[in-house]
């Protein structure tokens, strides 16, 4: 039985042809995964908020019930917030423009 220390400090060693990862003794190797087991399913379950945490049409892992959407209604609203608010800006700087020009062009008509 091939037996490889996986750390020194920690007492954990693995057996090399089962894979199984056991806590080092002199006199025993005794198997216990229960706990990383348990730690596993813990950060497979943030694993899976995080895949889904890119789709905008679900929720995140503990969030409240009937909140499907909101990642998409938030991004359809910060997008129409910022084109509006640009849009007024050019149309603002295009008719002080105009008026610029035209009021010269007035000025000019009116002889002054």
Do not use: C
């Not at 929720?59 to 609203?77: D, I, K, N, Q, Y």
Request: charged fraction near 20%.
């Amino acid at each position: 039985m091939a037996i490889a220390i996986v750390d020194q400090d920690a007492q954990i060693a693995m057996d090399a042809v089962t894979g199984a990862v056991a806590e080092w003794r002199e006199d025993v190797v005794t198997l216990d995964v229960m706990p990383l087991y348990e730690e596993v399913e813990r950060l497979d379950e943030y694993v899976t908020d995080m895949m889904r945490a890119l789709d905008p049409s679900t929720t995140t892992w503990g969030t409240l019930p009937g909140r499907e959407g909101v990642h998409g209604t938030a991004a359809f609203l910060t997008n129409f917030t910022h084109g509006f608010a640009i849009g007024v800006i050019l149309v603002a700087l295009v008719a002080f423009t105009l008026a610029a020009v035209y009021k010269m062009h007035l000025l000019r008509m009116m002889g002054v």
